[in-house]
């Protein structure tokens, strides 16, 4: 069988990259496999940065045309519509590949399936259908959905047999946005372990370093830290960063922030040294949507998050706001926190700082809660859905 994912953020190295390199290395092993791309990429650096074994995969980098660059440029103005029509031309591209399945796991992505069976792995659904024509948003969705009708003779959605959404949340708003049921397939999570060592006086917090939507908000965790006025502690934000203007001066913000505070900023760690971190952290924290309203921005707030997970395999209790994908993961009071304001966090990490028997009750919960989110589970669902998926087709 062969098999085509379709990432072409692989230079980000967020959680949906590390999802499509999970993917890969377990369907290489009964499938041929390719992940299609488009920028050049060492695919040394995705085994070293995700943990994955890639040798069985082809990486596969289409290029694109200055035009096709452009359309698909995300900075440039009315970046949907030229990426509508980019897309349906790169779809002539990959069926190239005659692929038996194709799996689409692009962000907002328009792209009609080049083969016949579709899935599509949905991180979060761009709204289709506008709520209010009238408006300048609503009338530019409506232009960017009609001709997307028009160059693929129909919904680009109906090339796609099986919708696979990362959490409740993100199928959820599959219906509403797409009205369209959904499967829910967890993310991977790596079981990163409990070290041998004593937990140090540590918050954690890991994801990618970058400015604009769905931002993960390390300005702000850096001021509550500061707020907490607590010098028994250190703050470890990780995380990948982002090569653009606004992400650099967004980075070049927060290292002014942190100045004579016991404050740290890690920028593309290895796999090996992330996993020690978390080992020697006590709790972690996340606050990606703080500041934005679900029901207007849905988009905005973390749609599931893996570094939640993987911090509570290593024993690190999650103290994490209460928006998207969070709640599905922490059992507030049982595995972890969940804040809805500013001043809740400070007093939920004064009380694990505080209470050693609360947090290493909280602690042994967390590891046992991960596990309902390990890569094994999510081996076994993917596995049975894909034999499912062509036993029906055949």
Not at 11 to 24: D, I, Q, Y
Not at 117 to 132: A, E, H, S, T, V
Not at 180 to 186: E, G, K, N
Request: hydrophobic share 40%.
């Amino acid at each position: 069988m062969k098999i085509g994912i379709y990432n072409p953020h692989l230079l980000m190295l967020g959680g949906g990259e590390k999802s499509t390199c999970v993917f890969a290395e377990l369907l290489s092993s009964e499938n041929e496999v390719y992940i299609l791309t488009h920028s050049p990429f060492s695919k040394e650096v995705l085994e070293q940065t995700f943990s994955v074994n890639l040798s069985r995969v082809s990486i596969c980098v289409i290029e694109l045309s200055f035009f096709l660059k452009f359309l698909t440029d995300p900075t440039k103005r009315l970046w949907k519509i030229r990426n509508v029509i980019g897309q349906a031309v790169l779809k002539n591209k990959f069926k190239s590949f005659n692929m038996d399945v194709f799996i689409n796991h692009c962000h907002a992505s328009y792209l009609p399936a080049p083969a016949p069976i579709g899935i599509y792995m949905c991180m979060f659904p761009q709204r289709l259908y506008p709520d209010n024509i009238v408006s300048v948003r609503g009338f530019y969705e409506y232009c960017v959905n009609g001709i997307s009708y028009a160059l693929n003779k129909g919904s680009f959605l109906s090339s796609y047999q099986h919708i696979w959404a990362n959490s409740e949340y993100t199928k959820n708003w599959i219906r509403q946005y797409w009205n369209r049921d959904a499967m829910v397939l967890y993310p991977p999570c790596e079981n990163i372990g409990i070290g041998k060592e004593e937990k140090k006086r540590i918050i954690l917090s890991v994801g990618r370093f970058f400015y604009g939507d769905h931002n993960k908000r390390q300005d702000f965790m850096i001021e509550s830290f500061k707020k907490l006025n607590r010098f028994d502690c250190e703050l470890h934000i990780a995380g990948s960063l982002r090569e653009d203007m606004h992400s650099s001066k967004y980075v070049a913000r927060l290292q002014t922030m942190v100045n004579g505070f016991p404050i740290s900023l890690h920028f593309n760690m290895s796999f090996e040294k992330l996993r020690d971190l978390y080992r020697k952290s006590m709790i972690y924290w996340h606050a990606a949507g703080y500041g934005e309203r679900e029901d207007y921005a849905p988009h905005k707030v973390e749609h599931f998050g893996i570094t939640t997970v993987e911090a509570m395999s290593a024993g690190v209790v999650p103290v994490v706001i209460a928006l998207g994908g969070q709640p599905e993961i922490v059992e507030d009071g049982i595995s972890g926190f969940l804040w809805s304001s500013p001043e809740e966090l400070l007093l939920k990490t004064n009380r694990l700082l505080d209470d050693e028997k609360m947090f290493l009750e909280f602690s042994r919960s967390a590891v046992e809660r991960s596990r309902a989110f390990s890569k094994e589970l999510f081996n076994e669902q993917l596995l049975s859905c894909l034999r499912d998926i062509i036993k029906n087709t055949n």
